[in-house]
Structures are given as structure tokens and as C-alpha cells.
């Protein structure tokens, strides 16, 4: 039987690979910030040692953007020296590694959707920190797969679709941000193509992007949702970046091409708004 260490296995996306990954004929051991530190290099090398894995799926990630700029070595302990340690251990087991990154590897200011060979500039602590933890990973020797991601939201963790639907069950007009540009996806889509590209086991080392098909803002984003929803006494106002004063910097674009994983892999997401008329079909009209 095939074995995976399911890392970040109590995430918004590593729940999502469980439920997937359930019942398929893999042996699944899950862990998580509370059985595992994935910073503590001895504390990895044991546990996963002990279990052996034929692949391990990283789904653990700080990824608190704001909280990054001050919280730098938390995020980098996470996303950077965590990833170096999995990355360690799955060299010495033999193991593949699947490890998600972002499209805030990027600086945003491309005006076409970015291809994988795309030279990374990240604006922010956290996109450098995921950036650190994809060289990391490149550099161990560890046979690997890296998937960028862009704007994921699921039912079991904060994002945006349910902070719009809350807000709009609260308020008669909300202002959200019209001049970032990304894809939504949804990360069930997302864990379909991680067991696609684990049952189909054609590691190549390689960065693929990975998001549903096609491109919004933030904006049209949430006048979909409440459509989609039905929330229609809510009105969605556009407002510019500079509305929001955040700490971290946000790239305006994000738009990830997906065409590598499609030729190398078959693997093409539906489109976004599909996507969340699927989300709003698996979890209901309501959010608690």
C-alpha cells in the first residue's frame, strides 16, 4: 500500500486532500502543528522515519501575509526552514514531495499571466519566505513537485468567500479592493490534481502553477459571491488598494498561466466561477 505523510493535514487544503485521498487505498498518516513541528529538523527526520512515507504532501504554511512583516522569523520557520527539513528527510527515505507555494512569489507588476520561468521578486516577508522554501526544496536533491496557488478558499478555513458572505449578511454595502488581480481557487480542485499527480506518478522536479481557469479582482470576486449566494441585499463597492493600508504589500496581478501542468499532467481546473458555484453547491447557502 502505498504510504503518505500528509503535512498541515488539519489545514483549509489539508483537509481537503484527506477527503479526497479517503477510501482510495492509501495509507495516510496526518500531521499537523500539534503532533509535528516541521522546524525542529530531529523532530521530522523521527517522525517520518518512523512512518516511511512513498510521498509527502506539504500543505503547512504560515500564512498570516500582514502578520509576516513583523513576524518574520515565524513565517521563515514555517515556510522556509520547515520545508528544508521535509525536503531532508524525504531525500534520505526516497520519498516525493509535494509542496504548495504561491503566486506571491511575484512582484505583481507583469500586465500577462506568469509562466513558471518567471523570474520570482517578492514584495512582501511572506512571498519570501515561500520563495526561500521552493530553493530549499530545488536544492535538496529530493525528488519534488512544487504547485504555486493563487487566492485559495475552502469550507474548513478563513478566506475571503466566507468573509464576503459574513460581511454581507451584516452590512448593506461593502467596499472591496478593484485593482489586484488574481484567481480564486478552490482548494478541492486543487486536492484532485495532487491525487492526480500522485497516482499518475511521473515526478519531473519541476514548478507548476496551478489555479482555476481564468482571472478576476478581488472586486468582481465578491459581486460574484453574493450572486452566487444569493445575498442580494448586499451592495459590493470597488475601491482602489490605497482605501486599505496594510502592512504587507499586495502585487496588483497574480494571474498564474497554467499551461505546463496541462500539458505534463492532463490537468486543467474548471474556470472560477464555476468553481464557486461548486463551493456553494458542497457547502449550502449559509455560513455560521
Same mark, same amino acid.
Given at each position: 500500500?502505498?504510504? !503518505?505523510?500528509?503535512?498541515?493535514?488539519?489545514?483549509?487544503?489539508?483537509?481537503?486532500?484527506?477527503?479526497?485521498?479517503?477510501?482510495?487505498?492509501?495509507?495516510?498518516?496526518?500531521?499537523?502543528?500539534?503532533?509535528?513541528?516541521?522546524?525542529?529538523?530531529?523532530?521530522?527526520?523521527?517522525?517520518?522515519?518512523?512512518?516511511?512515507?512513498?510521498?509527502? !504532501?506539504?500543505?503547512?504554511?504560515?500564512?498570516?501575509?500582514?502578520?509576516?512583516?513583523?513576524?518574520?522569523?515565524? @513565517?521563515?520557520?514555517?515556510?522556509?526552514?520547515?520545508?528544508?527539513?521535509? @525536503?531532508?528527510?524525504?531525500?534520505? *527515505?526516497?520519498?516525493?514531495?509535494?509542496?504548495?507555494? %504561491?503566486?506571491?512569489?511575484?512582484?505583481? #507588476?507583469?500586465?500577462?499571466?506568469?509562466?513558471?520561468?518567471?523570474?520570482?521578486?517578492?514584495?512582501?516577508?511572506?512571498?519570501?519566505?515561500?520563495?526561500?522554501?521552493?530553493?530549499?526544496?530545488?536544492?535538496?536533491?529530493?525528488?519534488?513537485?512544487?504547485?504555486?496557488?493563487?487566492?485559495?478558499?475552502?469550507?474548513?478555513?478563513?478566506?475571503?468567500?466566507? %468573509?464576503? *458572505?459574513?460581511?454581507?449578511?451584516?452590512?448593506?454595502?461593502?467596499?472591496?479592493? @478593484?485593482?489586484?488581480?488574481?484567481?480564486? %481557487?478552490?482548494?478541492?480542485?486543487?486536492?484532485?490534481?495532487?491525487?492526480?499527480?500522485?497516482?499518475?506518478?511521473?515526478?519531473?522536479?519541476?514548478?507548476?502553477?496551478?489555479?482555476?481557469?481564468?482571472? #478576476?479582482?478581488?472586486?468582481?470576486?465578491?459581486?460574484?459571491?453574493?450572486?452566487?449566494?444569493?445575498?442580494?441585499?448586499?451592495?459590493?463597492?470597488?475601491? #482602489?488598494?490605497?482605501?486599505?493600508?496594510?502592512?504587507?504589500?499586495?502585487?496588483?496581478?497574480?494571474?498564474?498561466?497554467?499551461?505546463?501542468?496541462?500539458?505534463?499532467?492532463? !490537468?486543467?481546473?474548471?474556470?472560477?466561477?464555476?468553481?464557486?458555484?461548486?463551493?456553494?453547491?458542497?457547502?449550502?447557502?449559509? !455560513?455560521?
Amino acid at each position: 500500500m502505498i504510504k !503518505i505523510a500528509l503535512i498541515g493535514s488539519t489545514g483549509m487544503l489539508g483537509i481537503d486532500v484527506n477527503a479526497v485521498f479517503n477510501g482510495m487505498g492509501f495509507l495516510i498518516k496526518n500531521f499537523n502543528s500539534k503532533n509535528l513541528d516541521i522546524a525542529d529538523a530531529k523532530v521530522v527526520h523521527e517522525a517520518l522515519c518512523g512512518f516511511n512515507p512513498d510521498y509527502i !504532501i506539504n500543505c503547512a504554511a504560515y500564512t498570516d501575509v500582514d502578520g509576516a512583516e513583523t513576524e518574520k522569523e515565524k @513565517a521563515n520557520a514555517v515556510n522556509n526552514i520547515g520545508v528544508q527539513n521535509l @525536503a531532508d528527510a524525504a531525500l534520505i *527515505l526516497g520519498a516525493k514531495i509535494i509542496h504548495l507555494s %504561491t503566486d506571491y512569489v511575484f512582484d505583481g #507588476t507583469k500586465r500577462s499571466p506568469y509562466l513558471e520561468e518567471d523570474a520570482p521578486n517578492p514584495i512582501n516577508e511572506y512571498g519570501l519566505s515561500k520563495l526561500n522554501g521552493e530553493r530549499a526544496l530545488r536544492k535538496s536533491g529530493a525528488s519534488h513537485i512544487i504547485l504555486r496557488t493563487s487566492w485559495l478558499y475552502g469550507k474548513n478555513g478563513k478566506n475571503f468567500v466566507n %468573509t464576503i *458572505l459574513k460581511l454581507a449578511d451584516n452590512r448593506k454595502k461593502v467596499e472591496v479592493v @478593484a485593482d489586484q488581480f488574481g484567481c480564486p %481557487t478552490y482548494t478541492k480542485d486543487v486536492a484532485y490534481a495532487i491525487f492526480k499527480i500522485i497516482t499518475k506518478d511521473n515526478f519531473k522536479n519541476e514548478v507548476y502553477h496551478l489555479t482555476n481557469f481564468g482571472q #478576476t479582482s478581488w472586486y468582481e470576486f465578491a459581486v460574484e459571491i453574493v450572486s452566487v449566494f444569493k445575498r442580494v441585499n448586499c451592495e459590493i463597492l470597488p475601491v #482602489t488598494s490605497d482605501k486599505f493600508l496594510r502592512p504587507a504589500k499586495r502585487p496588483t496581478y497574480g494571474v498564474l498561466d497554467n499551461s505546463k501542468i496541462k500539458g505534463d499532467y492532463d !490537468i486543467e481546473l474548471r474556470p472560477w466561477k464555476d468553481a464557486v458555484k461548486k463551493y456553494c453547491n458542497d457547502i449550502g447557502y449559509f !455560513i455560521a
